[in-house]
């Protein structure tokens, strides 16, 4: 009965008592204390409100309602206060509510030492509730926001993949909400998924932003791509390196500068995914081989060339085609010199010449004429990317 006195007495000063909640907070609570990030007239009403249901409890037996505590944690998420701040500010508020009590208890001789000891235990154990509810909400609008944050982050990656940014949306804005620098050189990643869902280069961004290196994700059903940042110096050396310790297959971009350019260096880097020869992981840059880059874009194209090329070869029985485009493949890989090219193939130099002749009469082109061995060339390497 006593306490209800004091309770009714405090709540005639709601007002008053939320203000100086408000003030020890700020001045106890660093996060409390920037008035950008956490309104005082926000903060105030937060620890009159909360200060009304413990009151509540006190004057009139009401059961504990933790839906103040709850608004609290979701707005100290929205807010960005951290957790710890607003869990010590929780702290401070039941604190300074507490003494207030007592103090006002003081003037009410029905009130005992047995009930303000109960008086504390109980206040206490609300702490205690309050303190849950607040850091579930709170835990719990953080994985909202941090959702929204991502889906946001998706959509504005897309945007700058496919060059479909809204017309309120500039690329260099866009950058900054992705963490990007807003000038270049950037480059594009592609790398082949092996299987739905599955990232082929799990951990990239995380790892390359630890090395300085920005950049920003998406990961597709058949592949994952990526813009990368090489403003420092390193930035292309390290990220390379990163990439490659995935032993995924990676097709890179060549470098550009102006984010407008971001989807023509996306079709570079699926070029360069695409004329990655073999089945197993690699990297290739679009820069390093132009005439693997020019059959990947023209596949059909590149077809025609192998079969008006090396037509009558491929017609050949199986063991004698595979021994002179073996053969072929390995002189081009020498430079066009027959030792080296037997010295690879372990037989004397006689015998390579003997193919190569044997190729001539074949295809009806010279290795002599530079039209016709580069017609092989590219046909050749044509082969070795669309095997089918």
């Not at 089945?279 to 693997?292: C, E, N, V, W």
């Not at 002179?324 to 390995?330: A, D, I, K, N, W």
Request: charged share 25%.
């Amino acid at each position: 009965m006593g306490l209800s006195n004091v309770g009714a007495a405090l709540r005639t000063r709601l007002p008053e008592l939320g203000e100086r909640m408000a003030e020890r907070i700020r001045a106890e609570v660093e996060s409390y204390a920037d008035d950008s990030l956490t309104p005082f007239a926000s903060l105030r009403e937060s620890c009159a409100d909360n200060a009304d249901l413990l009151l509540g409890r006190f004057a009139d037996g009401a059961e504990p309602d933790v839906k103040a505590a709850q608004q609290t944690g979701r707005l100290r998420a929205e807010q960005g206060v951290p957790l710890a701040d607003t869990l010590h500010a929780y702290r401070v508020g039941f604190e300074l509510f507490w003494s207030e009590v007592v103090d006002e208890a003081r003037r009410h001789p029905e009130v005992t030492d047995a009930e303000l000891v109960a008086g504390s235990s109980e206040i206490w154990a609300l702490f205690g509730r309050y303190a849950e509810a607040v850091a579930a909400a709170y835990r719990e609008a953080s994985a909202e926001l941090a959702l929204q944050r991502e889906a946001r982050r998706s959509a504005l990656a897309e945007a700058l993949f496919t060059g479909a940014l809204a017309d309120r949306t500039t690329p260099w804005e866009a950058a900054r909400q992705l963490g990007l620098p807003e000038r270049g050189p950037y480059a594009v990643v592609a790398a082949s998924v092996p299987d739905p869902g599955q990232e082929p280069l799990p951990g990239i961004e995380a790892a390359l932003r630890r090395s300085g290196v920005a950049s920003v994700w998406r990961l597709l059903p058949d592949e994952q791509i990526g813009l990368v940042s090489l403003g420092h110096r390193d930035a292309e050396t390290v990220s390379l390196r990163a990439l490659r310790r995935r032993r995924a297959r990676v097709g890179v971009s060549p470098r550009f500068d102006s984010l407008r350019d971001t989807p023509q260096a996306l079709r570079f880097a699926r070029l360069a995914l695409a004329g990655l020869p073999g089945d197993g992981p690699g990297l290739t840059r679009f820069d390093d081989s132009p005439l693997a880059m020019l059959v990947a874009a023209a596949p059909a194209e590149a077809s025609r060339l192998v079969e008006v090329s090396l037509g009558p070869l491929l017609a050949l029985p199986e063991a004698e085609r595979a021994r002179l485009l073996q053969t072929l493949g390995h002189w081009f890989a020498s430079g066009g010199v027959a030792a080296g090219a037997a010295e690879r193939l372990f037989v004397h130099p006689n015998t390579v010449r003997y193919r190569l002749r044997r190729i001539e009469e074949l295809t009806g082109r010279a290795l002599t004429d530079p039209i016709a061995l580069a017609d092989l060339g590219a046909a050749l390497y044509a082969l070795r990317l669309l095997p089918s």
